[in-house]
């Protein structure tokens, strides 16, 4: 597994590059914290403290607590535009 300088897992192939490209799967700097993978639904422990693996299917490969997509989630986000249904 290759592993970038900010700690990030880079993609293995093509295939899973272009899943990270489409889902916008970035390696934060080691300045910021918060919304990340390894606080995200989707994430699933594997590898080590710091490796795990995503879950969503447009995702779908390994991942490192110091990264983040466009499809994070977690239970309990608000979003205003959806009616809370009864």
């Known amino acids: 597994m ?3 300088r900010n700690s990030g897992v880079i993609p293995k192939d093509k295939e899973t590059l272009i899943r ?8 934060l700097p080691p300045d910021i914290s918060g919304t990340r993978c ?6 699933r422990p594997a590898h080590s ?4 693996w995503c879950e969503h299917n447009d995702v ?3 991942v ?8 994070w989630d977690s239970s309990g986000v608000i979003r ?4 809370k249904k009864s």
Not at 80 to 83: D, I, Q, S, T
């Open 2 to 4: 290759n592993i970038d």
């Open 20 to 27: 990270a490209k489409n889902a916008d799967l970035i390696t």
């Open 38 to 43: 390894n606080n995200c639904m989707y994430f």
């Open 49 to 52: 403290k710091t490796i795990g």
């Open 60 to 62: 779908k490969q390994d």
């Open 64 to 71: 490192s607590n110091r990264q983040c997509c466009a499809l």
């Open 80 to 83: 205003p535009w959806l009616k």
